[in-house]
Structures are given as C-alpha cells and as structure tokens.
C-alpha cells in the first residue's frame, strides 16, 4: 500500500491503472495506424496525440468510476466483464459527449472503433495477467502476526474475499498468558529471538494482535526487528491500512488521542466550502432538467395535493439540527407509527420513489442544502436525531462522526451496503471515522468518482 495524502492506495492497482491508461494511449494511436493501413492519414500526429490523450483520459476516468482499480471489492461483487462493458459504454458517452461540445476534436468514428475494440481486447489481456500474478503468493507482503486470541483470529478471514489478495499470513506466535483459538497448525514455535524467525520465514511486516499490551509483549526483540527494516503495527493501523476503517473492536481512547490525523482548521473548510459552491451551481445547472421530470412524475402520480419535496430533521456537523431535502419517494403516511429504517421492499415506496430511490435521483434537492451550507459533498451521511440519540449512549465514538458536515455521498456509502440496523450503523461508523481521521481533497475527489459505481450498481439504494 502507498499512501497519498493520508488515504491509503494500492501500488498494485495503481501500477495496474498506469499500464491501462497507456494501452488506452497506445489503442488510439493503433486505431488510427489500422484505419489508414492504406490510405494516407488525415491527421497530424500532434492531432492524434490529444485524441489518444482524451480518450485514455476518459476511459481511465470511467473505469476508475466503476470501482475498477478499488482493492476492497470482493469477488462476489466484482463482476469484472460486467464492469469493463458499463465502463466502456460510459466511456463512449462521454467522448462523443465531447466531440459534441468541442467539435474541432473530433475524431473519425472508424478510427474510434478500432480504438475501442484494441482498447477492450488489451484491457482484457492485461486484466487476466494481473490476476494470474498478482496473486502469486511470492508476490505478497509476508505477515507475521504477534499473539493468537480472539484478535487474531478475525484476521484469518479478512484477507480472503477479496478479488485482489495482498498479503499473505505466514503464521501466528503465540504469548505466553494469551488464551490461544488459532488453529494449532497455524502457531509458529517461538524458539528462538523474534528477528531469527522473521529471517527464517521472509517477514516483511509484524502485526501485533493482542487485547492487552501488557501479555509480556518481547519489545527488545520487537525493537531488533524495527531497526532491522521490518514494519511493525499494531492492529488499529492494520484495519486502517487493509480495510480502510477504523476497527471499534480493536481502538480505545489513547489511540485517538495519540494518532495521527482528525485534524481540523479553517483553512481546510474553506477549500472544501469553495468545492462544493462550485460542484453545486456545476451540478444544479445539468440536473435540473432531471429534477423537473421527477418532480412532474410525483404530481402525475400522487396528484397536487402531496408535496413533491420531503423535508427531514437531520444531525448535522457539531450535532446541529438541519432539515435535509428529498424528492418525496414514500407515501404520504409512511411514519404514522413513528421513525423507522427503510426495508428491502418496503410497500411505503411509491411506484415513483422505487425508481429515483435506485437512481439516487431522489437525493438532488440536497444541492440545495449543500449551496446552503448544511452539508458537503462528500461526508458522512446525516442520521436522524430520533437515531443519533440512542446511537450515541450504546455505540462507542458514535458523536465522532459530527465532526465534519454530513455529505451527499461518502466512503461508508462507497464501501458498505445500506444500513437498515444498529449492526450495519456500526459497520458503516468504522468507515466514517476513517474518513473523519484522513480526510483530504484526494479523498473527496476519489469518493466522487467512484459514487459512478454506487448509482449504477444501486448499492445502499432502498
């Protein structure tokens, strides 16, 4: 992992971008080269350097839009034919997009076809090698893991669901004073100074995994390792590393106090406030024709008697009470008995509020909020205070999430299912405080891009 701007990155998947983007560069440049096999080219060669440009710029974009290079999906989501065809068909939209607005950059469509057709077959090609390699256990950073309680046991799994596998655990050491559940196959004999072992195995990282330091930690050995040039956290940092959360099961109040990162200024919110004055008036200025048709699709199906917009009380940053704006997608009764979570085929739904709730349609009108001041873009979602309350007595570091404005979208939103119970609600708080703790403009910009991924693929839509 390599870490830019305080979020964490895949090298691999990074690496795997780059390559991309130049067989992208390079399929433009073919296209071109087969089109006029046998006739003279129409076009100069700078001409064709900033077709191929835009067109690895964009398709780029658009891959990166559908989670394409985001490590933590799992094979089960993945999908990766189905991804690279949607990317590509938003890939292709975009450039005839631009070709339409900018016409002095227009491209053959002969030539673009041929582009596109190398560029899907390389994308293909590239795609099979990087996960008949990559996987290569040879290939991986080495773990050793200190301790083989509870802790250590949920790392057993964390690694496995995932399409891409960037570590491998070689095995667990067990402490002395430590209830042991690793499976004894998997406990390495600690017979010998911890920096022999690591020799032995080819460590390149040890992770300590212990619910209390004070097991008979062996820090003279541990500091050996260190100055021998092995990496050495502790299981917080590894969450935060690997999973991009921050663990609850495994943080306490000295970590907070003593991390890196939370950090806030005026500064900072000024940059953030100026991003999202102009992505609101940018984005309000495309989507109104949108909004104008779903707002005639609620009256058309309810009538003028219900009201087209649904206005909410939400927990805002520094728990300030705001009333976020939805297109209304529930009957007009649908709280008769009081706050309740949405559920998987919920029959409060209007035919309507199915479709814009899929399409995240029924989430613009809070641009509005944004131009407001209310919320940001990008943020952790804004609970109602019914929730926050009983949130805030049962689960730890719960009111942490209200340091920042709440967002339209956010990394929980990118990286977990929607949330229909107090589990999936702590679930999603591990991804909100990662946020919270490493937030940047990076960050930001990277949740946008893949937010692509969350509407076409409707997760946490319901």
């Known amino acids: 992992m390599i870490r830019i701007f305080r979020h964490y990155i895949s090298r691999a998947y990074l690496l795997l971008l780059l390559i991309e983007f130049f067989m992208f560069f390079a399929s433009m440049y073919w296209g071109s080269d087969i089109r006029f ?12 350097a900033l077709a191929s440009f835009i067109f690895s710029s964009v398709m780029s974009l658009s891959c990166i839009g559908l989670g394409l290079y985001r490590r933590t999906l799992s094979g089960e989501e993945y999908n990766l034919l189905t991804r690279i065809c949607i990317s590509f068909g938003l890939g292709i939209l975009l450039i005839v997009s631009i070709y339409y607005l900018l016409p002095e950059l227009y491209i053959a469509r002969s030539v673009l076809v041929f582009a596109i057709m190398l560029a899907f077959m390389g994308m293909s090609f590239i795609r099979y090698l990087f996960y008949k390699f990559a996987n290569f256990d040879r290939l991986k950073r080495r773990f050793l893991v200190i301790g083989s309680g509870q802790r250590a046991q949920q790392l057993i799994s964390l690694n496995e669901a995932l399409v891409h596998k960037g570590f491998t655990i070689v095995g667990f050491l067990a402490l002395t004073d430590e209830l042991s559940v690793v499976d004894k196959n998997l406990i390495i004999a600690y017979d010998q100074p911890l920096i022999k072992i690591a020799e032995h195995y080819k460590i390149d990282e040890i992770v300590i995994a212990i619910h209390d330091r004070r097991l008979g930690l062996p820090f003279d050995e541990l500091l050996d390792c260190k100055m021998s040039g092995l990496t050495i956290m502790n299981i917080v940092e590894f969450y935060e590393r690997e999973q991009g959360i921050i663990s609850l099961d495994n943080v306490n109040p000295s970590w907070l106090i003593f991390c890196d990162g939370f950090a806030q200024g005026d500064l900072r919110g000024l940059k953030k406030r100026m991003v999202d004055l102009f992505a609101s008036i940018l984005l309000l200025s495309v989507a109104w024709p949108i909004m104008c048709l779903t707002a005639l699709a609620i009256i058309l199906e309810s009538g003028f008697k219900d009201p087209i917009l649904y206005r909410q009380v939400r927990v805002g940053e520094k728990n300030q009470h705001f009333k976020v704006l939805k297109f209304r997608s529930m009957k007009t009764d649908a709280e008769k008995n009081g706050a309740q979570w949405a559920q998987k085929n919920d029959d409060r739904i209007t035919c309507v ?17 944004v131009l407001r001041g209310d919320m940001s873009f990008v943020g952790p979602r804004p609970e109602r205070p019914e929730f926050v309350e009983g949130f805030n007595e049962r689960i730890p570091y719960y009111q942490e999430r209200h ?14 299912p929607y949330g229909a119970d107090e589990h999936d609600t702590i679930q999603k708080l591990q991804y909100d405080l990662y946020y919270v703790k490493n937030y940047s403009l990076f960050l930001d910009f990277s949740i946008l891009f893949n937010t692509v991924e ?3 693929w409707g997760r946490g839509a319901r």
């Open 37 to 48: 096999l046998m006739s003279e080219s129409w076009y100069t060669d700078n001409y064709i």
């Open 403 to 416: 340091r920042v404005k709440p967002g339209i979208t956010g990394w929980a939103q990118l990286c977990y």
């Open 454 to 456: 969350v509407i076409l």
């Open 353 to 369: 509020g199915r479709f814009i709730r899929a399409c995240r349609i029924d989430e613009l009108p809070q641009i509005l909020n």
